[in-house]
T-cell receptor, first 114, second 114 residues
Framework: AQSVTQLGSHVSVSEGALVLLRCNYS??????LFWYVQYPNQGLQLLLK??????LVKGINGFEAEFKKSETSFHLTKPSAHMSDAAEYFC????????????FGKGTTLSVSS | DARVTQTPRDKVTEMGQEVTMRCQPI?????VFWYRQTMMQGLELLAY????????DSGMPKDRFSAEMPDATLATLKIQPSEPRDSAVYFC????????????FGPGTRLTVT
């Protein structure tokens, strides 16, 4: 069975500081990994995804994540936080086959202070 | 800009009443997912369909929940009778073909059962 663990339910950074949101996964098959962002009262928006190939993936809004198989991790980073990055972030894993559902982590709320 | 739409956006109802939530997937997407989001449980998969056929509904309480796809442009989630513990945000997501592991979420229906 697959699972996702997001370390830290709440992360606070200052504007301009590095953002690091941690995600570890468990999967018996090569995983497909995703980060989604949810702004208040909105649905989830795909930030980036890893399927195969290059392990460093870039997404929207300056975010990127690196798949590290040896560490079973897929941490999300952004070099410089902006106030508009304040939101909830979800890491998710899937088996990658067409039509399979996503397994989500519990989410990490990112706060950005000026 | 193709989007998943959901109606209603908000629903307040009394315990025991029937609730129907609707979802219009992105045109051309053949896989539809229903998720429920609560503070306690996070995002949970309720059911999903491929080409209108149910693939997995193991996440749904069978005695009160039902999900259908009357046609390719409409998915419904019904709760009868509703209970206060059903209060949550219900999200629909859709995906396409062999890439349907990449899911696009609607804005959600916020359900409050009093």
């Amino acid at each position: 069975a697959q699972s996702v663990t997001q370390l830290g339910s709440h992360v606070s950074v200052s504007e301009g500081a590095l953002v690091l949101l941690r995600c570890n996964y468990s999967s018996s098959v090569p995983p497909y990994l995703f980060w989604y962002v949810q702004y208040p009262n909105q649905g989830l928006q795909l930030l980036l995804k890893y399927t195969t190939g290059a392990t460093l993936v870039k997404g929207i809004n300056g975010f990127e994540a690196e798949f590290k198989k040896s560490e079973t991790s897929f941490h999300l980073t952004k070099p410089s936080a902006h106030m508009s990055d304040a939101a909830e972030y979800f890491c998710a894993v899937s088996e990658g086959q067409a039509g399979t559902a996503l397994i989500f982590g519990k989410g990490t709320t990112l706060s950005v202070s000026s | 800009d193709a989007r998943v739409t959901q109606t209603p956006r908000d629903k307040v109802t009394e315990m025991g009443q029937e609730v129907t939530m609707r979802c219009q997937p992105i045109l051309g997407h053949n896989t539809v997912f229903w998720y429920r989001q609560t503070m306690m449980q996070g995002l949970e998969l309720l059911a999903y369909f491929r080409n209108r056929a149910p693939l997995d509904d193991s996440g749904m309480p069978k005695d009160r929940f039902s999900a259908e796809m009357p046609d390719a442009t409409l998915a419904t989630l019904k709760i009868q009778p509703s209970e206060p513990r059903d209060s949550a945000v219900y999200f629909c997501a859709s995906g396409r073909g062999r890439s349907s592991y990449e899911q696009y979420f609607g804005p959600g229906t916020r359900l409050t059962v009093t």
